[in-house]
T-cell receptor, first 118, second 111 residues
Framework: EPEVTQTPSHQVTQMGQEVILRCVPI?????FYWYRQILGQKVEFLVS????????KSEIFDDQFSVERPDGSNFTLKIRSTKLEDSAMYFC????????????????FGEGSWLTVV | SQQGEEDPQALSIQEGENATMNCSYK?????LQWYRQNSGRGLVHLIL?????REKHSGRLRVTLDTSKKSSSLLITASRAADTASYFC???????????FGTGTRLLVSP
């Protein structure tokens, strides 16, 4: 079964450093997302991406965050200057466009990237 | 804002028993999805139920949706130790598929 893949699975970084988390969404999907889960807390929406632009973002997704689809397969999340509170599991997700039911698609998640900021 | 809240927060049962988890939300939705998360792992999609549906089945899973009460339930029948995980409901609103996750139910199935 097709799956969303994420790298790295774990990353430890110094506060203030830039981090790039990478994702390969399912190949025929057109909507891409990043979510995060701070240890012991809810999964939170960060950003959605469609047609090479951000379609929706949360308050968490401030100027320190950016997303990019540099080629036909990868989708990246960049944190420019990491803070301690950015420590979390970051999930990439994707869904297939369905014009008839665009808001009712299953969203498939990757295994996540654990980010620890020290 | 809409919000999914599951109860119970934790549930401990024996293998073979049924497990029922409930989810409540606050605003109207287009769909509700249930996910499973093994400790420290990714989110595995279990089932999606649309706002015009009342019940769906998938294997040992049964999901109900009551939009008048803004609630959903997930029933796992004949549970197995491998079902031990956290289970989350997530509601979909209008727009581009932002999901709002609940707090989750931690299920422990003992052999």
């Amino acid at each position: 079964e097709p799956e969303v893949t994420q790298t790295p699975s774990h990353q430890v970084t110094q506060m203030g450093q830039e981090v790039i988390l990478r994702c390969v969404p399912i190949s025929n999907h057109l909507y891409f997302y990043w979510y995060r889960q701070i240890l012991g807390q809810k999964v939170e929406f960060l950003v959605s991406f469609y047609n090479n632009e951000i379609s929706e973002k949360s308050e968490i997704f401030d100027d320190q965050f950016s997303v990019e689809r540099p080629d036909g397969s990868n989708f990246t999340l960049k944190i420019r200057s990491t803070k301690l509170e950015d420590s979390a599991m970051y999930f990439c997700a994707s869904s297939q466009e369905d014009p008839g039911h665009r808001t009712q698609n299953t969203i498939y998640f990757g295994e996540g990237s654990w980010l620890t900021v020290v | 804002s809409q919000q999914g809240e599951e109860d119970p927060q934790a549930l401990s049962i024996q293998e073979g028993e049924n497990a029922t988890m409930n989810c409540s939300y606050k605003t109207s939705i287009n769909n509700l999805q249930w996910y499973r998360q093994n400790s420290g792992r990714g989110l595995v999609h279990l089932i999606l139920i649309r706002s015009n549906e009342r019940e769906k089945h998938s294997g040992r899973l049964r999901v109900t949706l009551d939009t008048s009460k803004k609630s959903s339930s997930l029933l796992i029948t004949a549970s197995r130790a491998a079902d031990t995980a956290s289970y989350f409901c997530a509601t979909g609103n209008t727009g581009f598929q932002k999901l709002v996750f609940g707090t989750g139910t931690r299920l422990l199935v003992s052999p």
